[in-house]
């Protein structure tokens, strides 16, 4: 089983963020998962490279030509250098069970609308989280509501995935998940 995470590759985050994708990381690679991510070994990404790399668990690593410097100090990750950011998004999501959604910009955004989209037209078994620590993405989910409010967005939106804020609740969902 694999959990993909998608996250900031940005260098310059608040310590909160960085611990944030350890605790979660260093969870998900206790309980057996493989990593399946962007590619990069630092700031948020690099924090759970490492995590899944200590804990010697499979890591898929993607990324595009415009960051395929990254990829050199990812050792023991299975590289994979693709075309664009949409064959990217999707190799990712095939191969993963579980998606996690850890505060990112502009990339992350577009593989948290990515994940829902292809999970609402293929309805497949996965589970999506959204980590929403110090409220993060509560002003999506706002524009969600609004959204669904004047029927641009379905009304079971929001019952394709769970928000958690802290790291027990990231924990239930999952255990759940694995269970079933």
């Given amino acids: 089983m694999n ?3 998608a996250t900031s590759a940005s ?3 608040d310590e909160k963020y960085l611990e944030m994708a350890r605790e979660s990381a260093e969870y998900l690679a206790s309980i057996g998962l493989g990593l399946v991510f962007g590619g990069a070994g630092f700031s948020m990404m690099g924090e759970c ?3 899944f790399k200590k804990y010697e668990r499979n890591i898929e690593a993607f990324t ?4 395929e410097d990254d990829l050199k100090d990812l050792d023991g990750a299975n590289c994979h250098l ?3 950011t949409l064959v990217r998004f999707k190799r990712m999501y095939d191969l993963s069970d579980i998606i996690l959604i850890l505060p990112g910009g502009i990339g992350t955004l577009a593989e948290f609308a990515s994940a829902l989209e ?3 037209s ?4 996965k589970l999506i989280i959204i980590y929403n620590k110090d409220g993060y993405y509560t002003k999506i989910f706002e524009w969600m ?3 669904i409010n004047e029927g641009f967005l379905s009304q079971t939106l929001n019952n394709d995935f769970k928000v958690v804020e802290t790291l027990e609740d990231l924990k239930m969902y999952v255990e759940e998940f694995m269970e079933d």
């Fill in 82 to 84: 693709v075309d664009d």
């Fill in 11 to 13: 260098k310059n985050l």
């Fill in 122 to 125: 293929n309805k497949e078994r």
């Fill in 64 to 67: 595009v030509e415009f960051y």
């Fill in 3 to 5: 959990v993909f995470i």
């Fill in 145 to 147: 509501n609004q959204n």
């Fill in 49 to 51: 490279f490492n995590a």
């Fill in 118 to 120: 292809e999970f609402r």
